[in-house]
């Protein structure tokens, strides 16, 4: 009997039990529910681990390997350019251990979004509804984007971990009504610091949640906060001011507020919204995310659980005011939304809660539909009415249930989270086969984007190879008489748009009278030799036809 109550305290915590679904009277929801919720998360976590190392880094990912592998930490930090500290020591440390492979890298980013899954259901369960919040979960166990930083060796896994974390330790305080816990709390989130940039948006919004919840612990919410904001201080100092990157922030500049005047600057806004829709909800599915965020949004204020819409605002308001100081970018073009990711976690919640508030509303309108006095009318004078008054709520219902399908996209979340194809630069073969076919005295000409995946794989000499200063350039950087002793040159390129892009980039860096010999191609990276006019014709074979080493 003792064990049966600890295994039900055990489901009860977590949402799980026959009581926690919402409605007992309901027989088959006594297996249903958790059964859903046990498969959602199973599905979130094995698509968070398939495939970490089928693929190979592309550039971003490359830099932030090139400072792991350093011999010393010291040397970590200074090579990791905008990198949270934190994180990137402790993948440097998993280096130092496990070796250097794409798993190994990967492997800090998947154990952070794996525990983001796992720590979003109780937060999603202190917050909404029992089915609003099990939506909730299947759009965070499916969604692309979590599942593809989860896979990405870049810190902002880690910003959606804190994220959830922060607010379930948030949740957790206002349970035990500020009693105990603070230590913990301040201790974590001080941690959280050294993993998470954003975090800094998302702990300003807890503190004001704390401090208006709960009136008689103000005085422990001053000081765990006051804590907190002397270790930023603190890491600022000695770690982040180093780390302030000035040719990002030149990047930037497009994503900062538009200030010339009150038109521009909402135009600049209302930009920035459309690329955060469809950044997370993807093309002519953000018009129904919206609204699905925006009903859930009113489900959460009218269910007393008004904070959750400061969850989602506070730290996206924090975000545009570091933006209006040009200090982060905000929903930015070219994929900078990605610096996002913090916001993704409420941003499923509440859309989730919107889809079962939805169906939720959906299911009563059918339940009172078959309770109302008509349809025992219906029932008694018999006729083609009463099929067509049961069918009805159900065929509404199943229509809304083929839309959240269409909407959700299976086949392609399956595909993409399996197959990940964003960012997919299979930079990697093409290294290895330009190793095993390179001569000496070939020279080597690396588009910038390509230079830091190459610099992580190749092997062979670092000699007679030119570095790419831009994905601008324009004619080779060599001196007359090193450029007339180039009998072959390789050209190696990734992160880049399409094949046409680097036609037209080539002949402005080599102009006329080269000649193409070869091509080999892989998903967003290409490998091209070229002879120049005054090399003499040599007939080859083996590459006209090559095959690129496993």
């Not at 913990?184 to 300003?204: D, K, N």
């Not at 930015?332 to 499923?348: C, H, K, N, T």
Request: positive net charge.
């Amino acid at each position: 009997m003792r064990r049966r109550a600890t295994i039900k305290r055990f489901f009860n915590s977590l949402g799980l039990s026959r009581e926690a679904a919402g409605h007992p009277s309901w027989p088959w929801q006594s297996w249903l529910f958790p059964a859903l919720v046990v498969f959602f998360l199973c599905l979130g976590i094995f698509y968070r681990i398939y495939g970490i190392g089928a693929r190979s880094l592309w550039t971003d990912e490359a830099w932030v390997a090139l400072a792991a592998i350093q011999p010393a930490a010291a040397a970590a930090l200074a090579g990791g350019k905008s990198t949270p500290p934190f994180y990137l020591l402790t993948v440097w440390g998993l280096v130092q251990v496990l070796g250097a492979s794409e798993t190994v890298l990967r492997i800090t980013s998947v154990l952070l979004g794996i525990g983001s899954l796992v720590l979003f259901w109780p937060l999603a369960r202190w917050l909404l509804p029992p089915w609003q919040a099990l939506a909730a979960l299947a759009l965070v166990s499916v969604s692309h984007r979590l599942v593809y930083f989860s896979k990405e060796l870049k810190q902002y896994s880690a910003d959606v971990f804190f994220a959830v974390l922060t607010f379930l330790l948030v949740e957790r305080q206002l349970r035990r009504g500020g009693q105990g816990g603070w230590g913990l709390l301040t201790a974590v989130l001080a941690l959280g610091l050294g993993y998470s940039f954003p975090l800094v948006f998302i702990l300003p919004v807890a503190a004001g949640v704390l401090w208006w919840q709960l009136p008689a612990a103000r005085r422990a919410v001053v000081l765990s906060f006051g804590t907190l904001a002397l270790v930023f201080l603190v890491y600022y100092l000695t770690l982040f001011r180093g780390q302030v990157d000035r040719e990002l922030l030149i990047y930037w500049q497009a994503d900062f507020p538009d200030l010339s005047a009150v038109g521009p600057f909402f135009t600049w806004l209302g930009a920035a919204w459309w690329r955060f829709g469809r950044y997370f909800f993807a093309d002519w599915r953000v018009l129904p995310g919206a609204a699905l965020l925006l009903v859930g949004l009113v489900a959460c204020a009218r269910h007393g659980q008004a904070r959750v819409v400061w969850y989602f605002f506070g730290p996206l308001l924090l975000a545009l005011a570091a933006a209006f100081a040009q200090r982060y970018p905000f929903m930015g073009r070219a994929g900078g939304v990605r610096l996002m990711m913090f916001a993704a976690p409420m941003l499923y919640l509440v859309t989730g809660a919107g889809l079962g508030a939805v169906g939720g509303w959906l299911w009563q309108r059918t339940k009172r539909w078959q309770a109302d006095p008509a349809a025992a009318s219906l029932d008694e004078n018999g006729g083609g009415k009463k099929l067509g008054w049961r069918l009805g709520p159900v065929v509404l219902l199943g229509l809304y249930l083929l839309a959240v399908i269409l909407w959700l996209r299976p086949v392609f979340l399956w595909q993409e989270n399996l197959w990940p194809q964003m960012n997919r630069e299979e930079i990697a073969p093409l290294v290895r086969y330009l190793e095993a076919h390179r001569r000496p005295g070939d020279a080597i000409y690396l588009y910038y984007f390509a230079s830091d995946p190459f610099m992580f794989y190749y092997q062979g000499p670092f000699t007679d190879i030119i570095w790419g200063q831009s994905c601008h350039d324009c004619g080779l950087p060599l001196p007359a008489a090193r450029l007339a002793q180039i009998q072959r040159l390789w050209l190696l390129f990734s992160h880049f748009e399409t094949e046409a892009d680097v036609d037209r980039f080539i002949m402005n860096l080599l102009g006329e009278g080269w000649t193409k010999e070869f091509s080999l191609a892989q998903p967003g990276a290409l490998l091209r030799r070229y002879r120049p006019p005054w090399a003499r014709p040599e007939a080859e074979t083996g590459d006209l036809r090559p095959s690129v080493p496993e």
